[in-house]
T-cell receptor, first 113, second 115 residues
Framework: AQSVTQLDSHVSVSEGTPVLLRCNYSSSYSPSLFWYVQHPNKGLQLLLKYTSAATLVKGINGFEAEFKKSETSFHLTKPSAHMSDAAEYFCVVSGDTGNQFYFGTGTSLTVIP | DTEVTQTPKHLVMGMTNKKSLKCEQHMGHRAMYWYKQKAKKPPELMFVYSYEKLSINESVPSRFSPECPNSSLLNLHLHALQPEDSALYLC??????????????FGPGTRLTVT
């Protein structure tokens, strides 16, 4: 069975400082992993995805994530936070049926000016 | 075009009303999804259509009735809803080939309020 754990429900950083949002997954096979961002009252936007190619994945808006199989982790990072990064972030793992996805509970990122 | 559109943006309906939510994409995706999202929670999968056939129904009450009239359109028909059904309803689409999974593209959602 597949599952996702986002280790922090809230993260607060100062503008210009690094961002780290943590995600651990559980899967019975090699999964695909995704990070999505959701701004208030909006839909979800794909930030990046891992699908068994390079373990360091670069996404949009300066975000990147590293797939670590030994640690079953897929943490999201950004070197320097911007005010516009304040949003809800979801880590998602694929199911084994191809069209099923499992969401983490989300991490709310606050950026302090 | 990587856009998924949803109409209406907002909907207020009484418990005896019948209404429909509409979702459209023109990316050639053959998998389409309905999710329900409550405030401060992740999206919950309701239905998946693959090649216009219902492939997943996550034990959703029958007052929600999905329809996929063609590969670009997805509807969600609503009837006799309860106040607890008030939520943001998100539509998504993705490719549906066997070599997937592929990333989902989400629409902006319909904010539904049941009075």
């Amino acid at each position: 069975a597949q599952s996702v754990t986002q280790l922090d429900s809230h993260v607060s950083v100062s503008e210009g400082t690094p961002v780290l949002l943590r995600c651990n997954y559980s899967s019975s096979y090699s999964p695909s992993l995704f990070w999505y961002v959701q701004h208030p009252n909006k839909g979800l936007q794909l930030l990046l995805k891992y699908t068994s190619a390079a373990t360091l994945v670069k996404g949009i808006n300066g975000f990147e994530a590293e797939f670590k199989k030994s640690e079953t982790s897929f943490h999201l990072t950004k070197p320097s936070a911007h005010m516009s990064d304040a949003a809800e972030y979801f880590c998602v793992v694929s199911g084994d049926t191809g069209n099923q996805f499992y969401f983490g509970t989300g991490t709310s990122l606050t950026v302090i000016p | 075009d990587t856009e998924v559109t949803q109409t209406p943006k907002h909907l207020v309906m009484g418990m005896t009303n019948k209404k429909s939510l509409k979702c459209e994409q023109h990316m050639g995706h053959r998998a389409m999804y309905w999710y329900k999202q409550k405030a401060k929670k992740p999206p919950e999968l309701m239905f998946v259509y693959s090649y216009e056939k219902l492939s997943i129904n996550e034990s959703v009450p029958s007052r929600f009735s999905p329809e996929c009239p063609n590969s670009s359109l997805l509807n969600l028909h609503l009837h006799a809803l309860q106040p607890e059904d008030s939520a943001l309803y998100l539509c998504a689409s993705s490719q549906a080939h066997k070599r997937g999974p592929y990333e989902q593209y989400f629409g902006p959602g319909t904010r539904l309020t049941v009075t």
